[in-house]
């Protein structure tokens, strides 16, 4: 792997990283391991489910919402941002309840300000942050600290509760760390640096990765992995999840990626969140050709993407 940190092609691995492990997690998205196991013994190729097979779901539909967002007003913008959410919303995509609501009521003339806080009180803790936020990683992948506020910005628009926007900053800085890495990932490292990273609000995360430290040392059963770290839609219960699954097969995009969407769970996107991270390292080439093959690629499919992503990374590395 050359390591040419920020590279253009591993911009792309982010974007075609997260559309894929969206799509690989799509059929079995809410069944448990155990299910997953007895009806398909592992999943490890693009499979139909509810939709075709390679198609994404809301999780890669809001990542290109933002692409096309921090692209038209050259940053994060709250206003534009919700508006793009609310024209791409496809309800045929699986959104989350939650965010569903929260875009009617964008919809129909309310501020994302108050929308955000009406559906849940206090706002939602979901991942649907954390699942879309790869093109804010990469477009302030090289300042901490306005990706932390690009981040924070990006969820609240439909996730207001703090544990989301602090779930979407964690993942935004491990996907920069990813992208940004010059040389092989040492685990523990990257651990300590996103600890680092956390704000004196994000105790449950600093405490989820502690777990994701002492699994690394041992050989942990899946079960172990699912009842310390979690693997459904709360931000704090699958953010980690993603992160562990990367450092668990930091050789491998694919391993990564199978080992992700075979918990169970909210397989989509904590495939999706992993697929971010470890795009981000191994890049478009470390991505299985035949899975790329599969996914939709009609309007707004798999070319766009990847012309959103270079478009990013024009910006971002070639500007400055
Ligand atoms: N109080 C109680 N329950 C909550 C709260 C809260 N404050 N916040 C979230 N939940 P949602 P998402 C629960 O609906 O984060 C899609 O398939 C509640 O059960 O905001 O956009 C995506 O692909 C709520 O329905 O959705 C993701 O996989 C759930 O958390 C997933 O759904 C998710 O929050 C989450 O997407
Ligand atoms: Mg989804």
């Given amino acids: ?134 093109p804010v990683a990469c477009f302030y992948a090289r300042e901490p600290a306005q990706l932390r506020r690009a981040a924070i910005v990006s969820a609240r628009v439909t996730h207001a509760h703090p544990l989301a926007m602090e779930g979407a900053a964690l993942q935004a800085y491990a996907i920069s760390l990813s992208l940004s890495s010059t040389g092989p990932i040492d685990a523990f490292k990257f651990v300590e640096k996103l600890r680092d990273f956390l704000s004196p609000e994000g105790e449950e995360y600093r405490k989820k990765l502690g777990c994701v430290e002492e699994l690394l040392r041992s050989t942990p059963s899946r079960d172990e992995v699912i009842a310390r770290l979690g693997n459904d839609s709360r931000a704090t219960h699958s953010v980690c999840t993603a992160i562990y699954a990367f450092l668990r097969h930091l050789e491998s995009f694919e391993e990564a990626l199978v080992y992700a969407v075979n918990l169970g769970g909210d397989t989509d996107t904590i495939g999706a969140m992993t697929g971010a991270i470890s795009g981000a390292y191994h890049g478009k080439d470390g991505i299985p050709p035949r899975w790329l093959d599969k996914l939709e690629n009609g309007s707004k499919g798999r070319r766009y993407v990847e012309e959103l992503a270079a478009e990013l990374w024009k910006v971002v590395y070639l500007a400055g």
């Fill in 1 to 134: 792997m050359p390591f040419q940190p920020g590279s253009r092609d591993r911009v792309i691995g982010a974007f075609l990283g997260t559309f894929v492990g969206d799509a690989l997690g799509m059929p079995v998205e809410g069944w448990t391991a155990e299910e997953i196991c007895a009806h398909y013994g592992e999943v490890r190729e693009m499979l139909p489910g509810r939709l075709r097979a390679g198609t994404y779901t809301d999780d890669t539909e809001m990542m290109i919402g933002l692409a096309e967002s921090l692209l038209r007003c050259q940053g994060i913008d709250g206003d534009d941002l919700a508006r793009t959410f609310c024209r791409n919303f496809n309800t045929r995509r699986g959104y989350g309840p939650g965010t569903a609501a929260v875009l009617d009521l964008i919809s129909q003339g309310k501020p994302w300000e108050e929308a955000s806080q009406m559906v849940f009180p206090g706002g939602s803790y979901g991942n649907g942050a954390a699942m879309r936020v790869a």
